[in-house]
């Protein structure tokens, strides 16, 4: 990895970096993604964040090799992470997933592959599979299965390491108290942001040795049926800005120093230019303990993303 880069151990042996480029896409066209990414690399990013439901595999991929290409980084300086979508959760479907990310990336492994919810979908083309009635079609797996698939995954070398998103304490402690049990999951990708700090999970994962990835960090993007326009303003918070105004740095910078020095490794993502290379600068200053305190105080258990089929988008 980039010296640049702080990374932290993970439960396998293995490094990812504190900081990462997410990528998810809302409303940004992809042209603008591979180009984002390629900035982000240049400015020093070294994880990249995608998943097999933003349908963006191809350019994520393309952005890594082309920055490979021009000898900017190696493949091995790259800690990619893609997830498993809920329609694959039955265990003979999930080395076939994960082989079709691979070939999506036009790449041979990946650093980190999570299951990205806790949720199992009817099989099938269709990532949304609907009734007649426009609801959701859910299939019953039992997720200790689809954990064992991951792990021969990681033995046939698909993948370095894995994890799981969106699961809670007791969602956890199934995989761990799995009989024969061979690979713990190394992370919890979930979104947290000082509204919702995350405290007890955050706990919980550091007493088993699991890094909590946070998403969301920044608030998220205000887009009409993705989050609701009534929501407060993580950044335009009194709090964020008056620590921002102190420290010389922006209100966006305060959230992600937040996470970090909590023990979070922090998904950022944004397609401007002068913000990705802001957003670097997270790794170059501390908070006071003081501080910290103070921002743990704006918690209010504030989800931006709920869970709720309203809220499941695919990119087109």
């Known amino acids: 990895m980039n010296s640049k880069h702080q990374c932290v151990q993970l439960n396998d042996g293995h490094f990812i970096p504190v900081l990462g480029f997410g990528t998810a896409i809302v409303q940004d066209p992809k042209s603008k993604l591979l180009e984002a990414i390629k900035l982000a690399i240049d400015a020093g990013f070294r994880h990249i964040d995608t998943a097999y439901l933003y349908n963006n595999e191809e350019e994520v991929g393309l952005a890594i090799r082309s920055k490979i290409a021009d000898d900017t980084v190696k493949r091995e300086d790259i800690f990619l992470t893609s997830k498993l979508w809920c329609n694959f959760h039955q265990p003979q ?26 949720v199992s979908l009817k099989p099938g083309d269709n990532l949304l599979p609907r009734d007649e009635n426009g609801k959701l079609m859910f299939d019953t797996v039992d997720l200790c299965a689809t954990w064992e698939a991951m792990e021969k995954c990681k033995d046939a070398g698909l993948v370095k390491s894995i994890g799981v998103s969106n699961f809670n304490c007791r969602q956890l402690e199934m995989i761990l108290n799995k009989p024969g049990l061979k690979y713990k999951p190394v992370c919890n990708q979930v979104e947290c942001h000082p509204y919702m700090n995350q405290s007890k999970l955050l706990d919980f994962c550091k007493s088993k040795g699991i890094v909590l990835v946070a998403y969301g960090s920044l608030g998220t993007q205000r887009v009409k049926g993705w989050v609701d326009h009534n929501a407060p303003v993580l950044l335009d918070d009194p709090v964020l800005c008056a620590m921002a105004k102190k420290y010389k740095r922006t209100p966006g910078l305060i959230s992600l120093r937040y996470q970090l020095q909590r023990g979070f490794v922090v998904l950022a993502k944004s397609f401007n230019e002068k913000r990705i290379k802001e957003n670097i600068q997270v790794l170059e200053f501390q908070l006071t303990s003081e501080d910290m305190k103070v921002l743990d105080g704006l918690n209010r258990n504030y989800r931006y993303i709920p869970f709720n089929e309203a809220q499941t988008y695919r990119s087109s």
């Not at 997933?97 to 999570?114: A, F, I, M």
Request: hydrophobic share 45%; glycine share 0%.
């Open 93 to 118: 479907l999930v080395q076939l997933s994960l082989e079709k990310s691979l070939r999506q990336l036009q790449l041979d492994y990946l650093d980190l592959y999570v299951i990205h919810f806790p």
